[in-house]
């Protein structure tokens, strides 16, 4: 096969299904935003299509979690200047290409997905097609821009290694080297932020309880009325990484401390090693306040006049299609569509 080289681009996508979680924050956006300023294309997604895999949304709430997100990423730091911000549905090659991604992938890769068995539950036969497909329209998202990088946390790990499997088979049946190999990008502190309320559960906008996740519209008293109370051991912290172990959920707090910092855990314990919680949470929750009521407050802003979000989004939908038709066009000839 011929040798190819891609353009450095970054692509990642959040689906607009209802709240941004300091998970979103930590896992996600805080790299999408350190990623813009390195040698990389950056493109950011809400993913509406995904979002109405597991049930429908209402259709006006659909609409507003999709601005909301994207006032979420902007009020992060993603910069429409630096960045193309699109809204899925707007760029109709990502459901274009994921069609020929449900004739690449097979049955049997599809349901190996973690994500799919835990989302469908026992009740597999009542789930929709598009909860099953939802991997292979992910991995169109990504390589309908034959991005190289893909920032992600921990859960989306799977999802990735299909990405890639796709695109392999796609190259060997068509002998082209067409479609990259995408790295996933899973760095930082807090690539898996946990449940405030259960260790060894992730950090959820589905979670039942409010208090066991923090949300990126919470205000300052929110946000630290729920670190006050955030489930942990009696035991003071440790000052080096071996004390965490079987301490899940002061890992998960000292993780957030670090992520939000931008320190290693190393770093953090050095220096609160020894702490009881009653001094730790307090300093947490201040940290947390200094970090996300400036983003909250943004958001808020910008959901006060959405014809600037929608502006941006139509402005990234044109960019993204420069990208994307060529692409497409490319595929179909490869394929053998008559164009
Ligand atoms: P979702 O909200 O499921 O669309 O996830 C959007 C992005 O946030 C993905 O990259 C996830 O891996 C990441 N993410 C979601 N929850 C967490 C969490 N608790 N910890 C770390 N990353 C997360
Ligand atoms: N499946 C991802 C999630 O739930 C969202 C997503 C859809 C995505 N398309 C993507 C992430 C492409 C990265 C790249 O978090």
């Known amino acids: 096969m011929s040798q190819t080289t891609f353009t450095p681009r970054v692509f990642s996508g959040i689906q607009p299904s209802g709240g941004l979680t300091l998970g979103n924050y930590l896992g996600a956006i805080k790299r999408f935003v350190s990623m813009q300023e390195e040698d990389f294309e950056t493109i950011y997604c809400m993913v509406d299509l995904h979002a109405i ?12 979690n999709t601005r909301e997100l994207a006032a979420g990423f902007i009020a992060s730091g993603i910069s429409p200047d630096k960045s193309i911000l699109i809204n899925q549905s707007q760029v109709p090659e990502h459901a274009q290409l994921a069609w020929i991604f449900n004739c690449i992938a097979r049955m049997g890769w599809m349901g190996r997905m973690t994500q799919w068995k835990d989302k469908a539950g026992k009740n597999a036969e009542a789930a929709s097609l598009g909860l099953f497909a939802y991997p292979a329209l992910m991995a169109a998202d990504i390589l309908i ?52 309320r259960d260790g060894s559960k992730k950090m959820s906008k589905s979670d039942p309880s409010d208090a066991s996740r923090i949300n990126m519209t919470d205000d300052a008293d929110t946000i630290s009325r729920k670190i006050r109370k955030a489930k942990t051991d009696p035991d003071a912290l440790p000052s080096a990484l071996e004390g965490l172990d079987h301490r899940p959920e002061a890992r998960n707090l000292v993780s957030i401390y670090a992520a939000l910092n931008d320190q290693s855990l190393e770093e953090v314990l050095r220096d609160v090693g020894g702490q009881q919680f009653g001094t730790f949470k307090p300093a947490l929750a201040e940290l947390a306040v200094e970090k996300l009521a400036p983003i909250s407050s943004e958001m808020a802003r910008l959901m006060a006049d959405t014809d600037e979000i929608d502006r941006i989004l139509a402005k990234g939908a044109a960019q993204a299609r420069e990208i994307t038709a060529p692409i497409l066009k490319r595929t179909y000839d490869l394929i053998g569509m008559v164009s």
């Not at 049930?55 to 659909?62: A, G, Q, Y």
């Not at 946390?153 to 890639?164: I, N, P, S, V, W």
Request: aromatic share 8%; charged share 25%.
């Open 53 to 64: 895999t597991a049930k429908l949304i209402d259709p006006s709430e659909l609409r507003h």
């Open 145 to 196: 821009y034959h991005a190289t990088h893909v920032p992600v946390g921990e859960d989306q790990k799977q999802h990735l290694e299909l990405t890639r499997d796709i695109a392999a088979k796609f190259n060997h049946d068509y002998g082209e080297e067409f479609f990259p190999i995408t790295e996933p990008v899973i760095e930082g502190a807090a690539t898996r932020v946990m449940s405030l």
